[in-house]
């Protein structure tokens, strides 16, 4: 099945700082979405992508599509403490009808 | 707009016991996915119902199964529950070809 490599697994980082992760896979697709988890809920829709070379953003949130449409990244900036939570990100099947998630990055910020 | 809701929020079960967990998918969406996280880690895919079938299911034993009603809501049941069982499960909803989901914000299920 459709594998995402999704990295770094953890992060803890200062209040302030930017953060940046990515998800990879050896298979090509046509959309690119970003979840977060906060604790204890359920994933929420950040952004989502659907052209390669694409380049969204959401506030402070900022994802891209990648031009090899293999690979995808979430970058946020001047993180804040809400930020903690696991980001996910995730891909459509080729019928659209499914997705297929990455394993995720837990964000931990330090006030 | 009401979003997908779950219920029970928590519950806490014994070892070998049965439970039901429901999810009611937002108005519209005819598409239901169940997903098993333990331990804050990754979603692990479990089923998929659409127009009450059956259409995908994830690498989990018999013992976990579901249906989908005819007003799009699903049910997962779980039998026979093991320890490693404990873990947030969640439900999502989506009108279908390349829409993203919502989530429900889950059961907290607890075995012991």
């Known amino acids: 099945g459709q594998q995402l490599n999704q990295s770094p697994q953890s992060m803890f980082i200062q209040e302030g700082e930017d953060v940046s992760m990515n998800c990879t896979s050896s298979?090509?697709?046509?959309?690119w979405l970003w979840y977060k988890q906060d604790p204890g809920e359920g994933p929420v829709l950040l952004i989502a992508?659907?052209?390669?070379?694409e380049l969204t953003s959401n506030g402070r949130l900022t994802a891209q599509f990648g031009t090899t449409r293999k690979d995808s990244f979430l970058n946020i900036s001047a993180s804040i403490p809400s930020d903690v939570g696991i980001y996910f990100c995730?891909?459509?099947?080729?019928?659209?009808?499914?997705?297929?998630f990455g394993g995720g990055t837990r964000l931990m910020v330090k006030p | 707009e009401a979003g997908v809701t779950q219920s029970p929020t928590h519950l806490i079960k014994t070892r070998g016991q049965q439970v039901t967990l429901r999810c009611s998918p937002i108005?519209?969406?005819?598409?239901v996915y169940w997903y098993q996280q333990a331990l804050g880690l990754g979603l692990q895919f479990l089923l998929w119902?659409?127009?009450?079938?059956?259409?995908n299911r994830g690498n989990f034993p018999p013992r976990f199964s579901g249906r989908q009603f005819p007003n799009y809501s699903s049910e997962l049941n779980v039998n026979a529950l093991e320890l490693e069982d404990s873990a947030l499960y969640l439900c999502?909803?989506?009108?279908?070809?390349?829409?993203?989901?919502?989530f429900g914000s889950g059961t907290r299920l607890t075995v012991v």
């Open positions: 999502a909803s989506s009108l279908g070809q390349g829409s993203g989901y919502t």
């Open positions: 298979s090509i697709f046509n959309t």
């Open positions: 992508l659907y052209k390669a070379g």
């Open positions: 995730a891909v459509h099947n080729n019928a659209g009808n499914m997705l297929t």
């Open positions: 108005s519209g969406h005819t598409s």
């Open positions: 119902y659409d127009e009450g079938e059956e259409r």
